[in-house]
């Protein structure tokens, strides 16, 4: 199972919305409603996010939102702000009952 | 409230074996699989397998099977990985994670524990 493809990294301005794809195929991300996206700050543990796709659990920001078309699932941050800055990693439930993580990508806030 | 925390690793030479413990807290053991993700220095994170800890049922990534065991000891609460064979690209921080059982996302993680192989 290989990763799923995410950008590298993703800049934008204070208040400004970016967005990070996670690509995939009709066995992962295409295929079930399980997409999950984690925030990683370095030295921390990952935090869920989004989860089934759009879903946000109680407690998060509602400036993260979660999307999906055919095999490509999106996560928008919109209202920019520092403390956003972190990696961002997607991940899929997948065909045989396995998981698969994104390749990360890393935001930095200009 | 709810608590993963593990313990064990630390540096081992390669072709050693280690074990990483995930002891559960603050809910229902059997009620949630527990899985292992791993990220090494520079890398982002790989999911490695589950495990039911109602049933003891194992699910592994492909790249994993054959040297990486998942256990569970339910009187204690506790969740085993093993990882045999090391080598250095073993070298990662590995994670026990909680996952739910409707949205299958990992909503608990453990804190965490480094594993160093170098000769």
């Known amino acids: 199972q290989s990763a799923l493809t995410q950008p590298a990294s993703v800049s934008g301005p204070l208040g400004q919305a970016i967005t990070i794809s996670c690509t995939g195929s009709?066995?992962?991300?295409?295929?079930?409603?399980?997409v999950s996206w984690y925030q990683h700050h370095p030295g921390k543990v990952p935090k869920v996010i989004i989860y089934?796709?759009?879903n946000r659990p109680s407690g998060v920001s509602n400036r993260f939102s979660g999307s999906k078309s055919g095999n490509t699932a999106s996560l928008t941050i919109s209202g920019l702000q520092a403390e956003d800055e972190a990696d961002y990693y997607c991940?899929?439930?997948?065909?045989?009952?396995?998981?698969?993580f994104g390749t990360g990508t890393k935001v930095s806030v200009l | 409230q709810v608590q993963l925390v593990q313990s064990g690793a630390g540096v081992k030479k390669p072709g050693a074996s280690v074990r990483v413990s995930c002891q559960a807290s603050?809910?229902?053991?059997?009620?949630?699989?527990i899985h292992w993700v791993r990220q090494a220095p520079g890398q982002g994170l790989e999911w490695m397998g589950w495990?039911?800890?109602?049933?003891?049922?194992?699910i592994y990534a492909q790249k994993f099977q054959g040297t990486f065991t998942i256990s569970r000891d339910t009187s204690i609460r506790t969740v085993y990985m093993d990882l045999t064979r090391l080598k250095s690209d073993d070298t990662a921080v590995y994670y026990c994670?909680?996952?739910?059982?409707?949205?299958?996302?990992?909503?608990?993680w453990g804190q965490g524990t480094l594993v160093t192989v170098s000769s």
């Open positions: 994670a909680r996952r739910t059982s409707s949205g299958r996302t990992f909503d608990f």
């Open positions: 603050g809910y229902t053991f059997t009620d949630y699989y």
């Open positions: 495990i039911n800890p109602n049933n003891g049922g194992t």
């Open positions: 009709s066995s992962d991300v295409g295929g079930y409603k399980y």
């Open positions: 089934e796709v759009t």
């Open positions: 991940s899929s439930f997948t065909t045989s009952s396995t998981y698969v």
